[in-house]
Nanobody, 123 residues
Framework: QVQLVESGGGLVQAGGSLRLSCAAS????????MGWFRQAPGKEREFVAV????????YYADSEKGRFTISRDNAKNTVYLQMNSLRPEDTAVYYC????????????????WGQGTQVTVSS
């Protein structure tokens, strides 16, 4: 069983930046691919980014390419999401998740989830 705890959310103006962190415990962190998803009110949870277990490969949703960067520190059991040039439409609860499978853009392929952290971008 893996426990995930997100932090770093908050209120930021459009064009600003935030760095989310997700600390893992209770499992072998380096064996999991780690993803970030987000869910806005009234919308389905959507894929944001994923980083493979080794950290060598990353993938992003099209709307996040060039603005968001996912990274991980296996020594600290932590995955990060650096978000730059934030837009009001980025407002959502952001979740980190862990999976040992592929199909990384699908939320139902992830086995463990954090509780989420709120990101609000004001215009």
């Amino acid at each position: 069983q893996v426990q995930l705890v997100e932090s770093g959310g908050g209120l930021v103006q459009a064009g600003g930046s935030l760095r989310l962190s997700c600390a893992a415990s209770g499992g072998t962190f380096r064996s999991f691919h780690m993803g970030w998803f987000r869910q806005a009110p009234g919308k389905e949870r959507e894929f944001v980014a994923v980083i493979t277990w080794s950290g060598f490969n990353t993938y992003y949703a099209d709307s996040e390419k060039g603005r968001f960067t996912i990274s991980r520190d296996n020594a600290k059991n932590t995955v990060y999401l650096q978000m730059n040039s934030l837009r009001p439409e980025d407002t959502a609860v952001y979740y980190c998740a862990a999976t040992g499978r592929t199909g990384w853009t699908r939320a139902d392929n992830y086995d463990f989830w954090g509780q989420g952290t709120q990101v609000t971008v004001s215009s």
